[in-house]
């Protein structure tokens, strides 16, 4: 075998190993295909329901009723959602290992202050996370709304017929009567999310 042939037989071989390397760094750098603290994946595709970064928006007599919310909160107190009767409800769903939670929980830190006098309460789950990383993240970032403890993901399944129980994070905003009025997989916005506040105010005042 010559020079000129052994290239030819090994340029294949060569190009699909590069493909193949191309195709993992993608994977690994998307920001909605997370892995936990323990290497674990922490997205994923549920069967039938949808799994892609993007906005929903229910409109009212479409909306489903919200699943409850309990449990214990990272500070070990009971949670019951009898508190969030009547309120407009924010739900994030959150992991101090989720690179896309600490960009986001800044924004969401800054609503939850702003509307706080105004009808509307925050509320996060914090899923397949270690306590004491998830309270540092909370003092961290200074969240002043509780956190429901979900370590072994147990608490999203009551919500897997309305969150992608793998996706990590996703916000639900639940209207006053305690229905889905939206939610949003992937990170969400400062502006995204003070709109669909807004909006759900002004629904809410109009429908008095």
Known sequence: MNAVEAVRRTRPVVWGLCVVALV???ILWSPWTNTDNRGAPAAGVQAGLQTKPGLDL????K??????????TLDG??????GLAGSIVVINVWGSWCAPCRAETPDLVRLANEYANKGVRFVGINTRDNLDAAK??????????????????EVLLAFRDTIPTTVVPTTLVVDTHGQV???VIGPVTYNTLKGILKDEIALGEANR
Do not use: C, H, M, W
Not at 64 to 71: D, I, Q
Not at 77 to 82: G, K, M, N, Y
Not at 136 to 145: G, N
């Open 181 to 183: 009025a939206t939610r």
């Open 77 to 82: 107190e009971a949670f019951s959602p009898s």
């Open 58 to 61: 229910y409109p009212p007599g």
């Open 24 to 26: 993992s760094i993608v």
């Open 63 to 72: 909306r489903v009723g919200a699943p409850k919310l309990e449990g214990t």
């Open 136 to 153: 540092a993240f909370v003092r961290t970032f200074r969240v002043p709304y509780p956190s429901v403890q979900d370590i072994n993901g």
